[in-house]
């Protein structure tokens, strides 16, 4: 038997961020999130079980990579088809891969579909979406596109993204300024864990997300940009308080980060409606209109250089290619 199969999926930003897992084998986190999926960044990953195969291998960007992470995600799959047979998996990143542009959620929502057609499953989006969760717990909202919810549920059956708004017909998107495209030292996994394992403001963050989540729903069902924009910032800011609480503390944020950061308000002093949020690595998402959007590039070129402004609109869910 020998099966090929690519897909391709989008990256998404959450607007209400998922830090932590209530369980860490089946990534079942302690809150829902809610993210937009991206046009502009994604992950092509093409899958081959193949049966004359004696090991599972990486390649990422063409270079061969040893990853636990693919090989105990393939584990999952190979467990839900029953079937023994391994893979060669070839996946290509139209993202900076590990700077906090979401990598892992464009690369496991491509590979949970990418590997769940090749080995012949036929899964709906809903079971895809919690194949995905098993590989990154962002990537269970990159198989929807548009704005996306996680519904943390309490166990494998009922942890799973719905969409919210697939298509969007009101002036949202985003703007990534890049900072560093550098892989950053800790990981969104790691980060995420030692903020649950040792920051006093943990349960708080959980607590105030779930306030959020409600008022970014209704923010959302209105169109407002500028309620959506408040509610994410402020979110965002709230997650990487615990890191900078957590002992010992680290933080994502770098000179630049602040500087950008700075920059945003700035614009928002001259009225112009732009917000933004950070994930795990150095690099600001402004969350902005189309319409302003050109305002907003004119005038952080001259800080961040005209080729570092990466514009993105709302994306699809995840495809076969
Ligand atoms: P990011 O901010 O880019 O999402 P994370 O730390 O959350 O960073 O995830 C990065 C990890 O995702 C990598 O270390 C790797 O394990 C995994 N990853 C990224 N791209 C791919 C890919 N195309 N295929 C498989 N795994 C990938
Ligand atoms: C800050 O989904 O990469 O981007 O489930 O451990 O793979 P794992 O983590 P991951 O974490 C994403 C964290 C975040 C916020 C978010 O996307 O909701």
Redesign the pocket.
């Known amino acids: 038997m020998k099966n090929k199969i690519s897909a391709r999926a989008h990256t998404n930003i959450a607007l209400i961020k998922y830090w932590g897992k209530q369980n860490k084998d089946l990534i079942i986190p302690y809150n829902n999130s809610l993210s937009l999926t991206l046009d502009h960044f994604y992950?092509d990953?093409t899958v081959t079980f193949d049966d004359t195969l004696t090991e599972d291998t990486?390649f990422?960007n063409t270079k061969q990579k040893k990853?636990k992470?693919?090989s105990a995600f393939l584990d999952v799959v190979r467990n839900q088809a029953q079937k023994n047979i391994y893979a060669k998996v070839e996946?290509v990143?139209h993202v900076?891969?590990?700077?906090?542009?979401?990598?892992?959620?464009s690369?496991?929502a491509a590979?949970a579909l990418a590997a769940s057609q090749a080995i012949g499953l036929n899964l709906n989006r809903r079971d895809l979406s919690r194949l995905a969760r098993r590989g990154?717990g962002?990537a269970s909202r990159s198989i929807f596109g548009g704005l996306v919810e996680w519904e943390k549920g309490h166990n494998d059956e009922d942890s799973f993204a719905v969409p919210m708004e697939e298509t969007i017909d009101w002036d949202i998107q985003m703007i990534a300024i890049m900072i560093n495209s550098h892989e950053?030292a800790i990981?969104?996994?790691s980060g995420m864990q030692h903020s649950v394992d040792t920051s006093p403001f943990y349960n708080d963050w959980v607590k105030s997300s779930e306030r959020d989540l409600i008022d970014m729903k209704k923010a959302i069902l209105e169109k407002n940009l500028e309620k959506v924009g408040q509610i994410a910032e402020n979110n965002a800011m709230k997650m990487h308080a615990t890191t900078l609480s957590a002992n010992p503390s680290f933080t994502y944020f770098n000179p630049d980060s602040i500087r950008a950061m700075d920059a945003i308000r700035d614009l928002r002093q001259e009225g112009i409606t732009c917000y933004f949020t950070m994930?795990?690595?150095p690099n600001v998402k402004i969350i902005c209109s189309k319409a302003e959007t050109p305002y907003i590039l004119k005038k952080l070129s001259p800080l961040f250089g005209e080729k570092n402004l990466l514009v993105a609109k709302p994306g699809p869910g995840a495809t076969l290619i």
């Open positions: 992950t990953t990486f990422l990853d992470k693919v996946s990143n900076p891969t590990s700077a906090g542009l979401a990598s892992s959620a690369a496991y590979l990154s962002s950053k990981d969104s996994r994930d795990a690595g």
